[in-house]
């Protein structure tokens, strides 16, 4: 299998993550891929222009990282982290959800933040700054994080770890210490470990 991925990427992350706790990383070849400048090879692979995108072995594209993870999960030889049926079910896909909105509101402030300052808007990053705001606050109050490792409290820690990573001057722990100790307990998992992701772009 080959994995088109950027180490910055929380979406990406998440996928690593699941291949990792799946024992499916040695099976999967990490293509790493620019997607501000679209090369063909990717838009070959996802019209969206987006990443992650995994091949599978039969030649398949899959994408995005919701449909990759939950691949992975039914291939995959590890610990299961979806339920197969049922409310459980539900609620971690519900808590995936979260998190990839999370990451989705952190991911159009960065990218906000990198537009010319005369296309920049104020309004749309308080927006975006207020719904992450809410989430965390959310999740603060949530039990959802002291259940078993599942694809959604894996996606909510990659979120987690990018807010570290594009915004060290906003710190979410200060009011939030059952998050915080939740997200360093994930912190500590070897998958976590294995892909930090790096400071550059």
Not at 93 to 120: I, T, W
Request: charged share 25%; proline share 5%.
């Amino acid at each position: 299998m080959r994995l088109r991925f950027s180490r910055t990427s929380p979406y990406a992350r998440k996928v690593r993550v699941t291949a990792f706790e799946k024992g499916l990383s040695d099976q999967i070849e990490l293509i790493e891929t620019d997607t501000w400048n679209l090369p063909e090879a990717l838009l070959r692979d996802n019209p969206l222009g987006k990443i992650p995108a995994l091949v599978t072995a039969a030649g398949d594209v899959l994408f995005d990282s919701p449909v990759i993870c939950e691949y992975l999960e039914a291939i995959g030889t590890g610990p299961s982290l979806l339920p197969a049926q049922g409310c459980a079910r539900w609620l971690v896909l519900r808590l995936q959800a979260l998190a990839d909105g999370m990451m989705d509101a952190a991911v159009e402030r960065y990218v906000e933040a990198h537009r010319p300052s005369e296309q920049r808007s104020a309004d749309w990053d308080r927006r975006q700054q207020a719904a992450l705001g809410r989430c965390l606050d959310y999740l603060e109050r949530s039990d959802e994080l002291d259940e078993s490792l599942s694809l959604g409290t894996i996606a909510v820690a990659c979120a987690l770890d990018y807010l570290d990573l594009r915004f060290t001057t906003e710190p979410w722990r200060l009011e939030r210490p059952r998050l915080a100790l939740a997200h360093a307990k994930f912190a500590q998992r070897a998958s976590f470990r294995a892909t930090a992701a790096s400071t550059g772009e």
